[in-house]
């Protein structure tokens, strides 16, 4: 999206306004406002013209300029209907130079998780990657992970489904008959030097708008839960709160006390396979930037990176 479009979408966000004011404060012509705001007609906004000035009446439902219009977060919105995966893609704009920008899809045809699983991203789920270039050594790079955890947990909340986080940072659902069905994860990349991150990309999948029937076992999707959901401002809140979360401003610190309110993880039985063993205990503690204290026979041991199971005490 060109920045004559988005100074636009963001002039238009505040209600009604007159061409002239609009040319003034674009610096443009009002030829090219005219030739903009046709171009917005055409992708679904209904904006009409009167005595008053231009007036947004309709959002489209999904797209990058719909995406755009009334999010409070710094981020460019590249958009595709389909496409291998969002994360190759928002991976190409880092190696480019690009940041602050989120790669969105309605469908994914290559999605994948950890450890290169497959990872099921029908069309009418909210498959998105920000491209953050953040002033961090790279060993504080799984805070990010958490905070977009946090992110898609308050997002989730706010459209009345009672998401939590299994660390680090699986969002997950209890169906009511005591199971804990996935919702959502967070597949983060990175290229960075010894004492700096170059890029980092916060690879996000939730399903949304997506049958169960669709989705492999285990999984759910906020259609299950509470019906269709508005993707456009479900994925807004998400980036909204990544943002005051990570934004330069943000303590990063404050992200692990947000993760604690959501956690299910805490004071469960757990069971952690990572590259030295399995790590089993109770679950006592998130440490920055973003490790796992886990009770053991053996005392309390950090665990930095792998894969959790919540075990049942019958287990």
């Known amino acids: 999206m060109n920045a004559t479009r988005r100074a636009l979408l963001a002039a238009l966000e505040d209600g009604p306004i007159d061409g002239p004011t609009l040319a003034t404060r674009l610096e443009v012509s009002r030829a090219a406002v005219w030739k903009q705001v046709e171009a917005l007609r055409e992708e679904g906004f ?9 007036r947004v009446d309709e959002v489209p439902e999904y797209g990058a300029a719909a995406l ?3 999010l409070d977060a ?3 919105v590249e958009y595709h209907d389909r496409i291998g995966s969002t994360n190759d893609r928002a991976r190409e704009l880092a190696e480019e130079g690009v940041d602050d920008v989120v790669v969105v899809a309605d469908e994914q045809t290559g999605g994948r998780g950890r450890l290169d699983r497959e990872w099921a991203a029908p069309a009418g789920g909210v498959w998105a990657s920000p491209v953050l270039r953040p002033e961090r050594p790279p060993a504080e790079v799984p805070i990010y992970t958490l905070a977009a955890a946090v992110a898609v947990t308050r997002a989730a909340r706010e459209v009345g489904v009672e998401a939590t986080i299994k660390w680090p940072n699986d969002v997950l659902v209890n169906d009511g008959d005591g199971e804990e069905r996935k919702l959502a994860g967070i597949l983060t990349e990175m290229e960075g030097e ?10 996000i999948g939730v399903n949304a708008n997506v049958d169960r029937d669709a989705l492999p076992p285990g999984a759910t999707s906020l259609r299950a839960a509470v019906g269709d959901v508005d993707r456009r401002r479900f994925l807004q809140g998400i ?36 590259p030295r063993g399995t790590v089993a205990g109770r679950a006592v503690d998130v440490r920055f930037p973003g490790s796992l204290v886990v009770g053991t026979d053996d ?7 792998g894969d959790c199971e919540h075990v049942r005490p019958t287990e």
């Not at 209904?46 to 231009?54: A, K, L």
């Not at 170059?198 to 690879?203: A, E, K, N, P």
């Open 46 to 54: 209904g904006i009409e013209s009167g005595d008053d000035g231009y």
């Open 68 to 70: 755009a219009f009334g």
């Open 74 to 76: 710094p981020y460019d």
């Open 194 to 203: 010894a004492d700096r991150v170059s890029w980092l990309v916060l690879g």
């Open 239 to 274: 980036l909204e709160a990544l943002y005051d979360l990570t934004g330069a401003d943000a303590d990063l610190r404050a992200v692990l006390d947000a993760w604690r309110e959501y956690a299910s993880t805490l004071g469960r039985q757990v069971r952690v396979e990572t």
């Open 299 to 305: 005392g309390e041991r950090a665990v930095h990176a």
